[in-house]
C-alpha cells in the first residue's frame, strides 16, 4: 500500500477547502450538478495549463457560482485563477499528454486525471448523469461526499482516535516506568514509535475531513485540538531519548510517515527507523534513554539547554546520580536551575515509583 507524500496532502487539502460547503466555488458547482450540466475545472491559469488549451474563448471576469453555472452549459473546460477569484477561459479543449497513465474510462474524467497528473495542479470534474463530483491532485483522485456521510466518517474516526490516543498514553507511562526502572528494551520504545505514528494517520484522516466539511467542522475541530493535543510532541521526545546523537527526530518521524500500513504493523521495520545500528531483529535488546523527556518537565528549561544537558551525561542513569555542582558545570546552567532539575527528577523518580505500588 502506497502512502500520499506530506506534500501530497497538503495540496489535497488546499483543493479541497477551495470547494468545501460554504465557498463561493462550491456553490457553483453544486449550481452545476444541479443543473445536470457536468464541469471540467482547472483550478490554475499558469502558461502550462494555458498552453495545452485549444479553441474556447477568453472571460477573464470575476468569479461567481452564477457565471461558473452558465458557462458549463458549454462542453469544453473551464480554466478559474489559482486563487478562485476569476474565470480566465471557457469552452476550452484541453489535450495534456496522453502517455500519462489514467484509471478513468469517461472521456472528461481521463482529462481531468492526466491534466493533474502532468502539470500538478487539482482539476475539478462534474458527471453530467450521475453528478459525481471529483477532486484530481497530482495522482490522487477525492470523491467528495454530502456533509451527513462526511460527519459520520469523522465521529468514527474520532472514536478510532481516541482509542489509540489512550493507549499510546499507555505505552508512554508504561516507559517511563521502565526508564525509572533502567530496563527499556527496543521494543518498548518500538510500541510507542508505532501507536503514535498509528494515532498521527488517524488525526491527519480527520484533518482532511475537517478542511472538507468547510463550515461544518467548527465542532469536530474543537474534538480533534483536545484529543490530539500535544501527542506529537511526546513520541518526539521519546523518539530524540533513544536516537544516536548525530541522527534527528524530525528525520525519524518522517521515516515513520513513509512506512506503508504493513510496515507499521512490524516492530522490526518500526525500530529501524532509530538508526542505532546492530540487529534491528532483537527487540528485547536492552536500551537507555538520555532523560530528553523527562528533562523537559522542569519548568522554563529550553529545548536546546535541555539537548545539552542530556548529551552531556549520555544515559538518563548518569543523569539521575548527577550532583547539583555536576549540573551547574555544564554551559548555561546555574546554580538554581541545577538545584531544580535535580529536584524534578527525584520527584519524578519517586512518583513513578508510587504509582506502580499503588
Do not use: W
Not at 221 to 237: A, F, K, P, S, T
Not at 276 to 282: C, F, K, L, T
Amino acid at each position: 500500500m502506497a502512502l500520499r507524500s506530506s506534500t501530497t496532502n497538503e495540496q489535497l487539502r488546499l483543493a479541497l477547502g477551495q470547494v468545501a460547503p460554504g465557498t463561493p466555488l462550491r456553490d457553483g458547482i453544486d449550481r452545476v450538478v444541479r443543473s445536470k450540466a457536468g464541469a471540467l475545472l482547472v483550478l490554475s491559469d499558469e502558461p502550462e495549463v494555458l498552453g495545452i488549451c485549444t479553441g474556447g474563448f477568453l472571460v477573464d471576469a470575476p468569479y461567481s457560482p452564477q457565471r461558473l453555472s452558465e458557462l458549463a452549459k458549454m462542453d469544453g473546460a473551464i480554466i478559474i485563477s489559482t486563487d478562485g477569484a476569476r474565470i480566465a477561459r471557457a469552452n476550452v479543449h484541453l489535450v495534456p499528454d496522453p502517455t500519462v497513465p489514467t484509471s478513468e474510462t469517461g472521456t472528461r474524467h481521463r482529462t481531468a486525471e492526466r491534466v493533474a497528473r502532468s502539470l500538478d495542479v487539482p482539476v475539478i470534474s462534474a458527471s453530467e448523469e450521475m453528478g459525481v463530483i471529483n477532486v484530481y491532485v497530482g495522482g490522487v483522485k477525492h470523491q467528495l461526499q454530502d456533509a451527513g456521510r462526511l460527519l459520520d466518517r469523522s465521529n468514527q474516526a474520532l472514536q478510532t482516535l481516541e482509542r489509540y490516543a489512550e493507549r499510546l498514553d499507555q505505552a508512554i507511562a508504561r516507559l517511563g516506568t521502565l526508564e525509572i526502572e533502567d530496563v527499556v528494551t527496543l521494543r518498548d520504545v518500538a510500541v510507542v514509535m508505532q501507536r503514535g505514528e498509528m494515532v498521527n494517520r488517524i488525526s491527519e484522516e480527520i484533518e482532511t475531513l475537517i478542511v472538507e466539511l468547510g463550515v461544518d467542522a467548527r465542532l469536530l475541530r474543537m474534538q480533534l485540538d483536545e484529543l490530539y493535543g500535544e501527542i506529537d510532541d511526546q513520541v518526539d521526545l521519546v523518539i530524540g531519548d533513544y536516537l544516536p546523537v548525530a541522527r534527528n527526530a524530525d528525520d525519524t518521524m518522517a521515516e515513520l510517515a513513509r512506512l506503508t500500513d504493513d510496515d507499521l504493523r512490524d516492530l522490526r521495520a518500526v525500530s529501524a527507523t532509530l538508526h542505532r545500528g546492530g540487529d534491528v531483529s532483537n527487540l528485547d535488546a536492552e536500551l537507555t534513554p538520555k532523560g530528553l523527556r523527562l528533562l523537559r518537565r522542569v519548568n522554563r528549561l529550553g529545548d536546546e539547554l535541555s539537548c545539552r544537558i542530556a548529551n552531556h551525561f549520555g544515559e538518563f542513569s548518569r543523569l539521575q546520580r548527577a550532583t547539583v555542582d555536576e549540573l551547574a558545570a555544564i554551559d548555561g546552567v546555574d546554580t538554581a536551575t541545577a538545584a531544580q532539575i535535580k529536584e524534578t527528577l527525584e520527584r519524578v523518580t519517586e512518583s513513578t515509583i508510587l504509582d506502580q505500588y499503588n
